[in-house]
């Protein structure tokens, strides 16, 4: 439990003032090199039952460049604790070493199964882990993204005393954990923005499960066409964003809410209030990742990846 017994505290950063808003991002990103941000949240309480219970081997779910995946294999290797990730695109079998963060997957010891897309939607139902799960009795498994409710216990603490002084609190939405922890430990004035990273319909009714406020809101209209699409103006944006305040974004979440922020500010569309928190998720490992495909398809490239 060492990794979660002791972390750098978070900050608090201001930007300039944007058309008469005050924003502040708080770096959730500097938690830990390695298990940063919501990931960091999301396993703290799930990975303090694998010690309390002896579980002694977990299994969870995610993409070629999944920060959940990168975070789950380092927290297991440093508990003793054996790892496998389900691997969403059975393609992935056959080029491992494309993707750095299977690469560290493996590093860490996580036991890798790529699967078809089709049989990655089954999840928990899919006849490989049911295999596991004969094979390996005691296994335990945890969602996709990490939300379940001990994910959700650890969300509640990104937000301190003096974040209850602002209007609006944003977060990137994936699978809703993050965003339903804040909803549960901000003030009732507070608004909460969710801005969705994927096509997620099922969205409002996972976090409506996860809380009992109503003081939040799902913005879809940056999802850049789905999850893990990227355009350039969105590379962009976050390349002009960092030369700026030394800020590094991922495409994939951070990027995507803060260039709908700012988007939705300029288009006067912003009706949630002047004094705004943003959460970084973290999520900075898949950048190298990212920047390879980017290349691949000759767009251009995060600077800072």
């Given at each position: 439990?060492?990794?979660?017994?002791?972390?750098?505290?978070?900050?608090?950063?201001?930007?300039?003032?944007?058309?008469?808003?005050?924003?502040?991002?708080?770096?959730?990103?500097?938690?830990h090199?390695?298990?940063?941000?919501?990931?960091?949240?999301?396993?703290?309480?799930?990975?303090?039952?694998?010690?309390?219970?002896?579980?002694?081997?977990?299994?969870?779910?995610?993409?070629?460049?999944?920060?959940?995946?990168?975070?789950?294999?380092y927290?297991?290797?440093?508990?003793?604790?054996?790892?496998?990730?389900?691997?969403?695109?059975?393609?992935?079998?056959?080029?491992i070493?494309?993707?750095?963060?299977?690469?560290?997957c493996?590093?860490q010891?996580?036991?890798?199964?790529?699967?078809?897309?089709?049989?990655?939607?089954?999840?928990?139902?899919?006849?490989?882990?049911?295999?596991?799960?004969?094979?390996?009795?005691?296994?335990?498994?945890?969602?996709?993204?990490?939300?379940?409710?001990?994910?959700?216990?650890?969300?509640?603490?990104?937000?301190?005393?003096?974040?209850?002084?602002?209007?609006?609190?944003?977060?990137?939405?994936?699978?809703?954990?993050?965003?339903?922890?804040?909803?549960?430990?901000?003030?009732?004035?507070?608004?909460?923005?969710?801005?969705?990273?994927?096509?997620?319909?099922?969205?409002?009714?996972t976090?409506?499960?996860?809380?009992?406020?109503?003081?939040?809101?799902?913005?879809?209209?940056?999802?850049?066409?789905?999850?893990?699409?990227?355009?350039?103006?969105?590379?962009?944006?976050?390349?002009?964003?960092?030369?700026?305040?030394?800020?590094?974004?991922?495409?994939?979440?951070?990027?995507?809410?803060?260039?709908?922020?700012?988007?939705?500010?300029?288009?006067?569309?912003?009706?949630?209030?002047k004094?705004?928190?943003?959460?970084?998720?973290?999520?900075?490992?898949?950048?190298?990742?990212?920047?390879?495909?980017?290349?691949?398809?000759?767009?251009?490239?995060?600077?800072?990846?």
């Open positions: 439990m060492q990794i979660f017994d002791s972390f750098k505290s978070t900050i608090n950063q201001s930007l300039d003032l944007f058309l008469g808003h005050k924003i502040v991002i708080k770096r959730e990103d500097l938690i090199p390695r298990v940063s941000g919501n990931k960091f949240r999301k396993l703290k309480y799930i990975f303090q039952e694998i010690k309390e219970k002896e579980v002694s081997a977990l299994l969870t779910f995610g993409g070629a460049f999944s920060n959940h995946l990168a975070a789950t294999a927290a297991g290797k440093n508990n003793g604790v054996h790892t496998i990730g389900i691997v969403r695109g059975d393609e992935w079998e056959r080029k070493n494309e993707s750095a963060t299977l690469n560290y493996v590093t010891g996580m036991e890798l199964h790529c699967v078809s897309r089709d049989i990655y939607t089954q999840k928990e139902q899919a006849p490989i882990v049911s295999k596991l799960m004969n094979k390996m009795l005691g296994l335990r498994i945890i969602p996709e993204g990490g939300t379940e409710p001990l994910a959700v216990k650890g969300c509640l603490e990104i937000l301190e005393s003096e974040d209850h002084d602002f209007d609006v609190i944003c977060s990137s939405v994936g699978t809703g954990g993050t965003l339903a922890g804040l909803v549960n430990s901000s003030n009732y004035n507070q608004n909460l923005i969710g801005f969705n990273a994927l096509n997620n319909t099922e969205i409002v009714q976090i409506e499960e996860l809380t009992n406020k109503n003081n939040w809101f799902i913005e879809n209209g940056y999802t850049f066409g789905g999850y893990a699409k990227i355009k350039p103006n969105l590379i962009s944006f976050m390349n002009d964003f960092y030369q700026q305040y030394k800020i590094p974004l991922d495409p994939i979440y951070t990027g995507k809410m803060v260039f709908g922020i700012f988007d939705l500010i300029k288009k006067n569309k912003w009706p949630w209030g004094k705004i928190l943003i959460i970084h998720t973290g999520g900075l490992q898949g950048l190298q990742g990212m920047n390879t495909q980017l290349q691949k398809k000759g767009h251009p490239t995060i600077l800072y990846g």
